[in-house]
Protein backbone atom coordinates (compact mmCIF):
# COMPACT_ATOMS: atom_id res chain seq x y z
CA UNK A 1 0.00 0.00 0.00
CA UNK A 2 1.11 3.70 -0.58
CA UNK A 3 2.54 5.12 2.42
CA UNK A 4 1.09 9.19 1.70
CA UNK A 5 3.35 10.05 4.72
CA UNK A 6 6.41 9.92 2.61
CA UNK A 7 6.85 12.37 -0.18
CA UNK A 8 7.19 11.02 -3.73
CA UNK A 9 11.31 11.57 -4.94
CA UNK A 10 11.87 14.96 -6.75
CA UNK A 11 14.00 14.72 -9.74
CA UNK A 12 16.19 17.85 -10.75
CA UNK A 13 14.42 19.21 -13.68
CA UNK A 14 16.98 20.27 -17.07
CA UNK A 15 16.35 23.49 -19.21
CA UNK A 16 13.56 23.69 -21.71
CA UNK A 17 14.76 22.63 -25.35
CA UNK A 18 12.08 23.95 -27.43
CA UNK A 19 12.20 24.49 -31.30
CA UNK A 20 11.12 28.24 -32.88
CA UNK A 21 8.37 28.33 -34.44
CA UNK A 22 8.83 28.21 -38.29
CA UNK A 23 8.02 31.86 -40.20
CA UNK A 24 7.32 31.87 -43.54
CA UNK A 25 5.67 35.42 -45.09
CA UNK A 26 2.09 34.91 -47.19
CA UNK A 27 2.06 36.64 -50.46
CA UNK A 28 1.77 39.75 -49.45
CA UNK A 29 4.48 39.75 -47.01
CA UNK A 30 2.19 38.75 -43.96
CA UNK A 31 3.97 37.15 -41.48
CA UNK A 32 3.18 33.48 -40.63
CA UNK A 33 4.35 31.78 -37.80
CA UNK A 34 4.24 27.74 -37.99
CA UNK A 35 4.05 25.68 -34.38
CA UNK A 36 3.12 22.15 -35.65
CA UNK A 37 3.55 19.03 -33.24
CA UNK A 38 0.03 17.51 -32.93
CA UNK A 39 -1.18 14.36 -34.36
CA UNK A 40 -5.10 15.15 -33.89
CA UNK A 41 -6.86 16.66 -37.25
CA UNK A 42 -7.00 19.98 -35.23
CA UNK A 43 -5.63 23.51 -35.67
CA UNK A 44 -5.52 27.03 -34.58
CA UNK A 45 -5.26 30.18 -36.45
CA UNK A 46 -4.36 33.55 -34.77
CA UNK A 47 -4.96 36.66 -36.61
CA UNK A 48 -3.42 39.55 -35.08
CA UNK A 49 -4.00 43.41 -35.61
CA UNK A 50 -2.33 46.49 -34.04
CA UNK A 51 -5.51 47.78 -32.43
CA UNK A 52 -5.19 46.81 -28.72
CA UNK A 53 -6.13 49.62 -26.10
CA UNK A 54 -2.47 51.84 -26.77
CA UNK A 55 -3.97 53.18 -30.12
CA UNK A 56 -7.48 54.42 -28.89
CA UNK A 57 -7.78 58.10 -28.87
CA UNK A 58 -11.55 57.49 -27.52
CA UNK A 59 -11.64 55.45 -23.96
CA UNK A 60 -13.04 51.59 -24.93
CA UNK A 61 -13.07 51.84 -28.72
CA UNK A 62 -10.32 49.11 -29.21
CA UNK A 63 -12.55 46.10 -26.64
CA UNK A 64 -15.83 47.49 -27.82
CA UNK A 65 -14.93 47.65 -31.42
CA UNK A 66 -13.16 43.84 -31.44
CA UNK A 67 -16.49 42.61 -29.34
CA UNK A 68 -18.86 44.09 -32.72
CA UNK A 69 -16.71 42.36 -35.23
CA UNK A 70 -18.22 39.23 -34.64
CA UNK A 71 -22.05 40.63 -34.59
CA UNK A 72 -22.61 40.78 -38.78
CA UNK A 73 -21.01 41.55 -42.38
CA UNK A 74 -22.39 42.01 -45.83
CA UNK A 75 -23.68 39.14 -46.56
CA UNK A 76 -23.74 37.31 -42.65
CA UNK A 77 -26.01 38.12 -39.37
CA UNK A 78 -24.02 37.11 -36.60
CA UNK A 79 -26.48 34.11 -35.73
CA UNK A 80 -25.53 32.56 -39.16
CA UNK A 81 -22.10 33.51 -38.04
CA UNK A 82 -22.31 31.06 -34.86
CA UNK A 83 -24.55 28.64 -36.69
CA UNK A 84 -21.92 28.22 -39.53
CA UNK A 85 -19.26 27.79 -37.05
CA UNK A 86 -21.39 25.71 -35.00
CA UNK A 87 -21.70 23.27 -38.44
CA UNK A 88 -18.59 22.90 -38.72
CA UNK A 89 -17.80 22.18 -35.31
CA UNK A 90 -15.36 25.62 -34.76
CA UNK A 91 -14.89 28.00 -32.77
CA UNK A 92 -14.08 31.51 -32.89
CA UNK A 93 -12.70 34.10 -29.92
CA UNK A 94 -12.07 37.63 -29.97
CA UNK A 95 -9.31 39.14 -27.35
CA UNK A 96 -7.97 42.65 -27.06
CA UNK A 97 -4.32 43.71 -25.06
CA UNK A 98 -2.45 46.61 -24.36
CA UNK A 99 -0.81 47.01 -27.53
CA UNK A 100 -2.80 44.49 -29.53
CA UNK A 101 -5.75 42.46 -30.41
CA UNK A 102 -6.97 38.73 -32.19
CA UNK A 103 -9.42 36.75 -33.77
CA UNK A 104 -8.60 33.09 -33.44
CA UNK A 105 -10.42 29.77 -34.69
CA UNK A 106 -10.13 26.47 -33.50
CA UNK A 107 -11.18 24.30 -35.70
CA UNK A 108 -10.70 20.58 -37.98
CA UNK A 109 -8.57 20.51 -40.86
CA UNK A 110 -10.86 19.13 -43.69
CA UNK A 111 -13.33 22.86 -42.28
CA UNK A 112 -10.21 25.05 -42.59
CA UNK A 113 -11.09 26.40 -45.69
CA UNK A 114 -14.90 27.13 -44.71
CA UNK A 115 -13.69 28.99 -42.03
CA UNK A 116 -10.99 31.11 -43.19
CA UNK A 117 -13.75 32.47 -45.83
CA UNK A 118 -15.78 33.39 -42.45
CA UNK A 119 -12.98 34.78 -40.76
CA UNK A 120 -12.02 37.09 -43.91
CA UNK A 121 -15.36 38.10 -44.18
CA UNK A 122 -15.23 39.19 -40.67
CA UNK A 123 -11.71 41.07 -40.88
CA UNK A 124 -12.81 43.03 -44.13
CA UNK A 125 -16.48 43.10 -44.04
CA UNK A 126 -17.78 43.99 -40.67
CA UNK A 127 -21.42 46.46 -40.39
CA UNK A 128 -21.50 46.93 -37.17
CA UNK A 129 -25.39 46.65 -36.43
CA UNK A 130 -26.82 49.77 -34.04
CA UNK A 131 -29.01 47.22 -32.14
CA UNK A 132 -25.92 44.92 -31.54
CA UNK A 133 -24.17 47.48 -30.73
CA UNK A 134 -26.78 49.25 -28.00
CA UNK A 135 -26.73 45.26 -26.55
CA UNK A 136 -23.47 45.10 -26.23
CA UNK A 137 -22.77 48.58 -24.71
CA UNK A 138 -25.37 48.44 -22.27
CA UNK A 139 -23.76 44.66 -21.15
CA UNK A 140 -20.05 46.46 -20.51
CA UNK A 141 -22.15 48.70 -18.42
CA UNK A 142 -23.80 46.32 -16.47
CA UNK A 143 -20.39 44.79 -16.17
CA UNK A 144 -18.72 48.02 -15.09
CA UNK A 145 -21.11 48.85 -12.32
CA UNK A 146 -21.43 45.03 -10.67
CA UNK A 147 -17.38 45.12 -10.95
CA UNK A 148 -17.81 48.87 -9.01
CA UNK A 149 -19.08 46.78 -5.86
CA UNK A 150 -16.21 44.38 -5.88
CA UNK A 151 -13.35 45.78 -3.18
CA UNK A 152 -10.66 43.83 -6.15
CA UNK A 153 -12.09 45.83 -8.80
CA UNK A 154 -11.61 49.01 -6.70
CA UNK A 155 -8.66 48.33 -4.98
CA UNK A 156 -6.69 47.28 -8.54
CA UNK A 157 -8.15 50.30 -10.36
CA UNK A 158 -6.96 52.49 -7.30
CA UNK A 159 -3.24 51.04 -7.75
CA UNK A 160 -2.88 51.59 -11.62
CA UNK A 161 -4.07 55.07 -11.68
CA UNK A 162 -1.63 55.78 -8.62
CA UNK A 163 1.36 54.08 -10.79
CA UNK A 164 0.47 55.70 -14.50
CA UNK A 165 -2.51 58.37 -13.73
CA UNK A 166 -5.87 58.21 -15.84
CA UNK A 167 -4.76 59.61 -18.80
CA UNK A 168 -1.91 56.54 -19.48
CA UNK A 169 -3.25 53.17 -21.19
CA UNK A 170 -1.48 51.08 -18.46
CA UNK A 171 -4.10 52.60 -15.89
CA UNK A 172 -7.07 50.98 -17.73
CA UNK A 173 -8.99 53.80 -15.93
CA UNK A 174 -12.65 53.70 -16.77
CA UNK A 175 -15.52 56.23 -15.50
CA UNK A 176 -19.12 55.90 -16.26
CA UNK A 177 -19.24 58.44 -18.38
CA UNK A 178 -17.24 56.73 -21.02
CA UNK A 179 -19.75 54.33 -21.89
CA UNK A 180 -22.01 57.17 -22.32
CA UNK A 181 -19.61 59.31 -24.63
CA UNK A 182 -18.75 56.20 -26.77
CA UNK A 183 -20.25 56.05 -29.90
CA UNK A 184 -21.14 53.66 -32.76
CA UNK A 185 -18.88 55.99 -35.62
CA UNK A 186 -15.77 55.64 -32.82
CA UNK A 187 -15.91 51.84 -33.06
CA UNK A 188 -16.49 51.87 -37.14
CA UNK A 189 -14.09 55.07 -36.82
CA UNK A 190 -11.24 52.01 -35.02
CA UNK A 191 -12.47 49.30 -37.18
CA UNK A 192 -11.23 51.72 -40.61
CA UNK A 193 -8.29 52.23 -38.91
CA UNK A 194 -7.07 49.08 -36.93
CA UNK A 195 -8.38 45.87 -38.76
CA UNK A 196 -9.50 46.59 -42.29
CA UNK A 197 -6.58 46.19 -44.70
CA UNK A 198 -4.15 45.94 -41.41
CA UNK A 199 -3.66 42.86 -40.68
CA UNK A 200 -0.22 42.49 -38.49
CA UNK A 201 0.37 38.48 -38.15
CA UNK A 202 -0.86 35.21 -38.28
CA UNK A 203 0.11 32.18 -36.31
CA UNK A 204 -0.78 28.66 -37.14
CA UNK A 205 -0.26 26.11 -34.48
CA UNK A 206 -1.58 22.68 -34.10
CA UNK A 207 -1.58 20.28 -36.86
CA UNK A 208 0.23 22.82 -39.77
CA UNK A 209 -0.14 21.03 -42.83
CA UNK A 210 1.42 22.34 -45.83
CA UNK A 211 -2.11 22.49 -47.33
CA UNK A 212 -3.22 24.36 -44.56
CA UNK A 213 -0.62 26.97 -45.20
CA UNK A 214 -1.66 27.27 -48.79
CA UNK A 215 -5.00 27.96 -47.79
CA UNK A 216 -4.50 30.77 -45.68
CA UNK A 217 -1.85 31.91 -48.13
CA UNK A 218 -4.57 31.67 -50.50
CA UNK A 219 -7.40 33.65 -48.23
CA UNK A 220 -5.09 35.72 -46.76
CA UNK A 221 -2.33 36.19 -48.62
CA UNK A 222 -4.38 38.17 -51.43
CA UNK A 223 -5.34 40.52 -49.06
CA UNK A 224 -4.51 44.47 -49.90
CA UNK A 225 -2.79 45.43 -46.80
CA UNK A 226 -2.48 49.11 -45.78
CA UNK A 227 0.83 49.75 -45.25
CA UNK A 228 0.64 53.23 -44.78
CA UNK A 229 1.98 54.24 -40.85
CA UNK A 230 -0.36 53.82 -38.30
CA UNK A 231 -0.35 57.35 -35.91
CA UNK A 232 2.38 57.05 -33.17
CA UNK A 233 0.85 57.32 -29.63
CA UNK A 234 3.04 58.05 -26.76
CA UNK A 235 1.59 58.95 -22.93
CA UNK A 236 3.68 60.25 -20.35
CA UNK A 237 3.23 58.69 -16.68
CA UNK A 238 1.49 60.76 -14.42
CA UNK A 239 2.20 58.65 -10.88
CA UNK A 240 0.61 59.51 -7.74
CA UNK A 241 2.76 60.59 -4.95
CA UNK A 242 0.37 58.96 -2.58
CA UNK A 243 2.13 55.70 -1.71
CA UNK A 244 -0.75 54.03 0.66
CA UNK A 245 -4.44 54.53 0.18
CA UNK A 246 -7.23 53.15 1.80
CA UNK A 247 -10.56 52.76 0.34
CA UNK A 248 -13.77 52.53 2.33
CA UNK A 249 -16.31 50.18 1.68
CA UNK A 250 -19.21 50.17 4.00
CA UNK A 251 -20.74 46.90 3.39
CA UNK A 252 -17.56 45.05 2.09
CA UNK A 253 -18.06 41.69 3.09
CA UNK A 254 -13.88 41.35 3.00
CA UNK A 255 -11.34 43.73 2.11
CA UNK A 256 -8.79 43.42 -0.51
CA UNK A 257 -5.08 44.76 0.29
CA UNK A 258 -2.75 45.21 -3.59
CA UNK A 259 0.75 46.29 -3.33
CA UNK A 260 3.42 46.72 -6.73
CA UNK A 261 6.43 47.66 -7.79
CA UNK A 262 6.96 49.43 -11.20
CA UNK A 263 10.04 47.49 -12.56
CA UNK A 264 11.12 46.31 -15.98
CA UNK A 265 10.12 44.21 -18.43
CA UNK A 266 11.24 40.93 -20.16
CA UNK A 267 13.70 42.85 -22.34
CA UNK A 268 15.72 43.51 -19.29
CA UNK A 269 18.56 40.75 -18.74
CA UNK A 270 17.56 40.96 -15.05
CA UNK A 271 14.25 40.24 -15.37
CA UNK A 272 14.45 36.16 -14.96
CA UNK A 273 15.83 37.15 -11.40
CA UNK A 274 13.42 39.30 -10.51
CA UNK A 275 10.72 36.60 -12.08
CA UNK A 276 12.25 34.16 -9.92
CA UNK A 277 12.23 36.29 -6.33
CA UNK A 278 8.56 36.74 -7.74
CA UNK A 279 7.88 33.05 -7.09
CA UNK A 280 9.58 32.64 -3.90
CA UNK A 281 7.62 36.02 -2.23
CA UNK A 282 4.27 34.32 -3.82
CA UNK A 283 4.32 32.50 -7.16
CA UNK A 284 2.69 29.09 -5.78
CA UNK A 285 0.87 27.32 -3.06
CA UNK A 286 4.42 26.92 -0.75
CA UNK A 287 5.66 30.43 -1.12
CA UNK A 288 7.15 32.72 1.29
CA UNK A 289 3.46 34.30 1.38
CA UNK A 290 1.07 31.75 1.99
CA UNK A 291 2.83 29.57 4.50
CA UNK A 292 2.77 33.28 6.40
CA UNK A 293 -0.91 34.61 5.37
CA UNK A 294 -2.68 31.30 5.42
CA UNK A 295 -0.75 28.58 6.76
CA UNK A 296 0.10 30.50 10.05
CA UNK A 297 -1.96 33.37 10.16
CA UNK A 298 -5.35 32.42 8.45
CA UNK A 299 -5.89 35.47 7.26
CA UNK A 300 -6.46 34.03 3.60
CA UNK A 301 -7.32 31.30 1.41
CA UNK A 302 -4.61 32.67 -1.23
CA UNK A 303 -2.19 35.21 -1.72
CA UNK A 304 -0.32 35.79 -4.87
CA UNK A 305 2.95 37.54 -6.82
CA UNK A 306 3.49 38.47 -10.00
CA UNK A 307 5.02 40.28 -12.62
CA UNK A 308 2.60 41.66 -15.43
CA UNK A 309 5.26 42.76 -18.17
CA UNK A 310 4.21 45.29 -20.66
CA UNK A 311 5.84 46.61 -23.91
CA UNK A 312 6.94 50.04 -22.46
CA UNK A 313 6.85 48.95 -18.37
CA UNK A 314 6.09 46.48 -16.23
CA UNK A 315 5.16 45.84 -12.17
CA UNK A 316 5.59 43.49 -9.61
CA UNK A 317 2.14 42.36 -7.71
CA UNK A 318 1.14 41.60 -4.31
CA UNK A 319 -2.65 41.22 -3.68
CA UNK A 320 -4.94 38.80 -1.72
CA UNK A 321 -8.64 39.58 0.04
CA UNK A 322 -8.57 38.88 3.77
CA UNK A 323 -11.18 39.66 6.36
CA UNK A 324 -12.24 43.28 7.09
CA UNK A 325 -10.60 43.08 10.83
CA UNK A 326 -7.28 41.77 8.98
CA UNK A 327 -6.26 43.72 6.10
CA UNK A 328 -4.07 46.30 7.75
CA UNK A 329 -2.34 43.01 10.03
CA UNK A 330 -1.79 41.06 6.29
CA UNK A 331 -0.60 44.24 4.58
CA UNK A 332 2.43 44.27 7.32
CA UNK A 333 2.91 40.54 7.16
CA UNK A 334 3.35 40.68 3.64
CA UNK A 335 5.70 44.41 3.64
CA UNK A 336 7.41 41.74 6.09
CA UNK A 337 8.10 38.94 3.83
CA UNK A 338 9.45 41.48 1.18
CA UNK A 339 11.93 42.66 3.71
CA UNK A 340 12.98 38.86 4.46
CA UNK A 341 13.87 38.22 1.17
CA UNK A 342 16.37 41.21 1.92
CA UNK A 343 17.55 40.14 4.45
CA UNK A 344 17.96 36.28 4.87
CA UNK A 345 19.45 34.26 2.32
CA UNK A 346 17.01 31.60 0.72
CA UNK A 347 18.40 28.40 2.05
CA UNK A 348 19.50 25.64 -0.86
CA UNK A 349 16.42 23.32 0.23
CA UNK A 350 14.02 26.39 -0.87
CA UNK A 351 16.14 27.45 -3.62
CA UNK A 352 16.13 23.48 -4.95
CA UNK A 353 12.68 23.46 -4.68
CA UNK A 354 11.20 27.02 -5.82
CA UNK A 355 13.88 25.78 -9.33
CA UNK A 356 12.26 22.78 -9.86
CA UNK A 357 8.44 24.18 -9.46
CA UNK A 358 9.37 27.64 -11.92
CA UNK A 359 10.79 25.06 -14.25
CA UNK A 360 8.46 22.74 -13.74
CA UNK A 361 5.29 25.02 -14.70
CA UNK A 362 7.06 26.43 -17.61
CA UNK A 363 6.99 22.87 -18.98
CA UNK A 364 3.35 22.19 -18.08
CA UNK A 365 2.04 25.86 -19.57
CA UNK A 366 4.07 24.82 -22.53
CA UNK A 367 3.25 21.27 -23.44
CA UNK A 368 1.24 21.60 -26.65
CA UNK A 369 1.26 23.92 -30.25
CA UNK A 370 -1.63 25.68 -28.55
CA UNK A 371 0.26 27.33 -25.61
CA UNK A 372 2.97 27.29 -27.32
CA UNK A 373 1.88 29.49 -29.86
CA UNK A 374 -0.22 31.75 -27.08
CA UNK A 375 2.86 32.28 -25.55
CA UNK A 376 4.67 33.58 -29.40
CA UNK A 377 1.88 35.64 -29.02
CA UNK A 378 2.10 37.00 -25.71
CA UNK A 379 6.04 37.60 -26.63
CA UNK A 380 5.37 38.96 -29.77
CA UNK A 381 5.69 43.07 -28.83
CA UNK A 382 9.19 42.52 -27.78
CA UNK A 383 10.43 40.66 -31.11
CA UNK A 384 11.07 37.14 -29.12
CA UNK A 385 10.70 33.74 -30.44
CA UNK A 386 10.18 30.54 -28.55
CA UNK A 387 13.83 30.07 -27.63
CA UNK A 388 13.47 32.45 -24.79
CA UNK A 389 12.04 30.11 -22.65
CA UNK A 390 15.10 27.91 -23.71
CA UNK A 391 17.59 30.84 -22.33
CA UNK A 392 15.62 31.77 -18.98
CA UNK A 393 15.40 28.03 -17.91
CA UNK A 394 18.85 27.90 -18.36
CA UNK A 395 19.63 30.73 -16.50
CA UNK A 396 17.02 29.95 -13.33
CA UNK A 397 19.39 26.74 -13.09
CA UNK A 398 22.41 28.89 -12.37
CA UNK A 399 20.96 31.12 -9.71
CA UNK A 400 22.70 31.40 -6.64
CA UNK A 401 21.02 32.17 -3.52
CA UNK A 402 23.66 35.06 -3.30
CA UNK A 403 22.94 36.13 -6.16
CA UNK A 404 19.04 36.24 -5.21
CA UNK A 405 20.20 38.07 -2.18
CA UNK A 406 21.93 41.02 -4.40
CA UNK A 407 19.15 41.78 -6.53
CA UNK A 408 16.38 41.93 -3.82
CA UNK A 409 18.32 44.32 -1.71
CA UNK A 410 19.12 45.74 -5.71
CA UNK A 411 15.33 46.25 -7.05
CA UNK A 412 12.63 45.78 -3.41
CA UNK A 413 13.05 48.86 -2.74
CA UNK A 414 10.27 49.55 0.09
CA UNK A 415 9.56 52.96 0.03
CA UNK A 416 8.81 52.75 -4.33
CA UNK A 417 5.82 49.62 -3.44
CA UNK A 418 2.52 51.49 -4.11
CA UNK A 419 -0.41 49.81 -1.47
CA UNK A 420 -4.01 50.26 -1.53
CA UNK A 421 -6.31 47.89 1.15
CA UNK A 422 -10.18 48.39 -0.43
CA UNK A 423 -12.75 47.14 2.46
CA UNK A 424 -15.03 47.91 5.84
CA UNK A 425 -12.83 49.39 8.43
Not at 146 to 167: C, P, Q, V
Not at 171 to 179: F, G, T
Not at 199 to 208: D, P, T, Y
Amino acid sequence: MLDRTIAPKSEKLSALKLLDAESVKLDNEIPLDIVSGLNLELLKVDFIFEAGSWCETKALSAVLTNKMMNEGTISMTNFQIAEKFDYYGAYIDFATTKHWSCISIYCLNKHLEKCLEIVNEIINDSVFPEKAFETILTNSKHNFVISNEKTSFLANRKLSLDMYGKNHPYSNYREANHYNEIELDDLKSFYKNHYKGRLKRVIASGNVEQKSINLINKHFGSMNINRDKISEFSYNIEASDQKYSFLEKDNAQQSSVVKALRVFNKTNPDYYMLSFLSVVLGGYFGSRLMQNLREEKGYTYGVHSYINSLKYDAYLCVSTDVANDVSVDANIEIDKEILRLKNEKITEKELSLVKNYFIGDLYRNLDNPFALADSLKYNMVYDFNLSYYNQMTEKILEISSSELHYFANKYLIEDDFYTVICGKK
